[in-house]
């Protein structure tokens, strides 16, 4: 199996891992009285990121790996780790708003919003892995766009109640 493959391969099960993680929090969080917004957008995010992954595995399963992209792949995940340690059981990849004041701690209280950050990021950087620079482009400004003119405004809307009362 060559790097390529292994690379792919631990991004397709971090996602599926993910997807799990955040359906059971969803879940959880929707019966303890949480409130989701914006689910009509959802189904756009996840066909775009599972178009990124399918064009990756596509155009890169038989490419080098650029060692440098790979490190700052690496970082990239450390970054992701701590993100989702400090939301804790609140992590999805949905808007869901619970009644209680919004996490301030952590990378929380560097960056408005760390998690877009990461995935930013790394939309543009995992592609670059396998020297997918056309992959990296598309996709990077796509996610920007769906970000900016759709998520983090429906994001701030849903939690602009919250950030009152602080």
Known sequence: MTTAILFLVFLAVQRLAELMIARRNTARLLERGA???????????VAMHAAWLVAMVVLGWDQPVH???????AVLQVLRAWVLATLGPRWTTRIVVLDEPLVARGPFRLIPHPNYA????????APMVLGLGSVALFFGVMN?????LIRIPAEAK???????RD
Do not use: K, S
């Open 158 to 164: 849903a939690l602009a109640p919250l950030r009152r």
């Open 67 to 73: 060692l440098g992209w790979l490190a700052a792949f």
């Open 118 to 125: 990461v995935v930013i990021t790394e939309m543009f950087v």
């Open 144 to 148: 920007i766009l769906v970000l900016a």
């Open 35 to 45: 409130v989701e917004h914006g689910a009509a957008h959802y189904p756009l995010i």
